[in-house]
């Protein structure tokens, strides 16, 4: 059973920084991408940024150069590090996989539970 577990939301002011930390209880056979979602009141989920096996990186527009994307392989985890946050970054943030949980798996997405990120201006 693959489960991915969040932490490092909270609340903050504008301006302000935190790091939120996504840890998956085992290691895939092949991981496709990571990545970080986010959803506000009344709003679709949206991506934020992701990391693809070979460490390409994305980010949305409206994170770009303020939010960093990291993994770290030993210990099957990946972050989301957020500086000069905006109340407009107020969400739900989710984390998510995507892989093969062994070699005769199908591809799968996985996802965390969510931890609220509040940004206060």
């Known amino acids: 059973q693959v489960q991915l577990v969040e932490s490092g939301g909270g609340s903050v002011q504008a301006g302000g920084s935190l790091r939120l930390s996504c840890v998956c209880s085992?290691?895939?056979?092949?991981?496709?991408?990571m990545g970080w979602y986010r959803q506000a009141p009344g709003k679709q989920r949206e991506l934020v940024a992701n990391?693809?096996?070979?460490?390409?990186?994305m980010y949305a527009d409206s994170v770009n150069g303020r939010f960093t994307i990291s993994r770290d392989r030993a210990n099957n985890a990946h972050f989301l590090q957020m500086t000069n946050l905006r109340p407009e970054d107020t969400a739900v943030y989710y984390c998510?996989?995507?892989?093969?949980?062994?070699?005769?798996?199908?591809?799968?997405?996985?996802w965390g539970q969510g931890t609220q990120v509040t940004v206060s201006s």
């Open positions: 085992r290691r895939l056979y092949k991981l496709f991408v």
């Open positions: 998510q996989l995507e892989g093969l949980q062994t070699i005769l798996s199908s591809r799968t997405e996985y």
């Open positions: 990391m693809t096996w070979l460490e390409e990186t």
